[in-house]
């Protein structure tokens, strides 16, 4: 995810949201299997439909060895946050504030004092929403540079990380609002990079594998909230690719969905 207050997953919250994590894609339930379609592709989650009402319309993936979903917080933040929109915010008098607008129609009241290069934003109650550095660029706006971090309203951490000329770099966190991590990745430019791991509100992985230049590519496993496997196998630029192995929660193989794929399409056993 509460909701993140601005920032990944772009993954993870305070300028977009890991639960700000908007999440393009929209719930799908079936087969008792739910699932969700992250920057990394199709990813598999726990069936929480009894969780989920009033979400999206459902849509299928026949092909796919998982059905997609939106879930759990830390699989939204897995499909992309919407990101913060500098450009977009209104200059500011000296000593005032105003509005950030963000593409997933929400915004933030950031407060500053002349030329403050820290912005903070705040909850209706007070409480501290989000911190972030900024720099003026040439032409006088006002571009996120430097420290990002977020908060829940009771105080919990939600999200950190950096900023360099308005583009997450380096190594980003979040948090559920229980003080459990939520997620972990490294950001190149933009775009999600390297090894990404993901867990459960309760401390259970609940997945981990790889992005290249933003795009799923190379080897993700899922687990159950029990800890046992749910599914592996490796992704080429967003499509499940090669041979997957998904399991039922008892353990034993799931044959419909086990198989060889290519280019996200199931082709043989």
Same mark, same amino acid.
């Given at each position: 995810?509460?909701?993140?207050?601005?920032?990944?997953?772009?993954?993870?919250?305070?300028?977009?949201?890991?639960?700000?994590?908007?999440?393009?894609?929209?719930?799908?339930?079936?087969?008792?299997?739910?699932?969700?379609?992250?920057?990394?592709?199709?990813?598999?989650?726990?069936?929480?439909?009894?969780?989920?009402?009033?979400?999206?319309?459902?849509?299928?993936?026949?092909?796919?060895?998982?059905?997609?979903?939106?879930?759990?917080?830390?699989?939204?933040?897995?499909?992309?946050?919407?990101?913060?929109?500098?450009?977009?915010?209104?200059?500011?008098?000296?000593?005032?504030?105003?509005?950030?607008?963000?593409?997933?129609?929400?915004?933030?009241?950031?407060?500053?004092?002349?030329?403050?290069?820290?912005?903070?934003?705040?909850?209706?109650?007070?409480?501290?929403?989000?911190?972030?550095?900024?720099?003026?660029?040439?032409?006088?706006?006002?571009?996120?540079?430097?420290?990002?971090?977020?908060?829940?309203?009771?105080?919990?951490?939600?999200?950190?990380?950096?900023?360099?000329?308005?583009?997450?770099?380096?190594?980003?966190?979040?948090?559920?609002?229980?003080?459990?991590?939520?997620?972990?990745?490294?950001?190149?430019? $933009? %775009?999600?990079? #390297? !090894? @990404?791991?993901? =867990? /459960?509100?309760? +401390?259970? *992985?609940?997945?981990? &594998?790889?992005?290249?230049? $933003? %795009?799923?590519? #190379? !080897? @993700?496993?899922? =687990? /159950?909230?029990? +800890?046992? *496997?749910?599914?592996? &196998?490796?992704?080429?630029?967003?499509?499940?690719? #090669?041979? @997957?192995?998904? =399991?039922?929660?008892? +353990?034993?193989?799931?044959?419909?969905?086990?198989?060889?794929?290519?280019?996200?399409?199931?082709?043989?056993?």
């Amino acid at each position: 995810m509460g909701s993140l207050a601005l920032a990944l997953m772009r993954a993870p919250s305070a300028v977009r949201s890991l639960l700000l994590l908007a999440f393009a894609g929209g719930l799908i339930v079936g087969g008792g299997l739910i699932a969700l379609r992250l920057g990394a592709g199709v990813v598999e989650a726990e069936d929480l439909a009894p969780e989920v009402a009033g979400a999206p319309a459902p849509r299928t993936s026949a092909d796919s060895p998982l059905q997609l979903v939106d879930p759990e917080p830390a699989q939204r933040l897995a499909l992309g946050e919407p990101e913060l929109d500098s450009s977009q915010a209104e200059e500011p008098a000296p000593g005032g504030s105003h509005m950030l607008a963000r593409e997933d129609n929400r915004t933030l009241l950031s407060k500053f004092v002349g030329d403050d290069p820290v912005a903070r934003g705040t909850f209706p109650s007070g409480a501290l929403q989000f911190e972030a550095n900024r720099v003026r660029t040439a032409v006088g706006e006002w571009i996120l540079d430097g420290a990002w971090a977020s908060f829940y309203e009771h105080g919990q951490q939600e999200e950190q990380g950096t900023y360099q000329r308005d583009r997450e770099v380096g190594q980003w966190e979040w948090w559920y609002d229980n003080g459990q991590k939520m997620a972990v990745g490294t950001f190149v430019n $933009g %775009a999600r990079q #390297g !090894r @990404w791991s993901f =867990w /459960y509100p309760d +401390g259970t *992985k609940q997945m981990d &594998g790889y992005y290249r230049d $933003g %795009a799923g590519s #190379g !080897r @993700w496993v899922h =687990w /159950y909230r029990s +800890g046992f *496997k749910r599914a592996e &196998g490796d992704y080429i630029d967003d499509e499940l690719a #090669g041979y @997957w192995k998904v =399991w039922n929660e008892d +353990g034993s193989l799931d044959h419909e969905r086990t198989g060889i794929y290519e280019a996200g399409v199931r082709v043989s056993d």
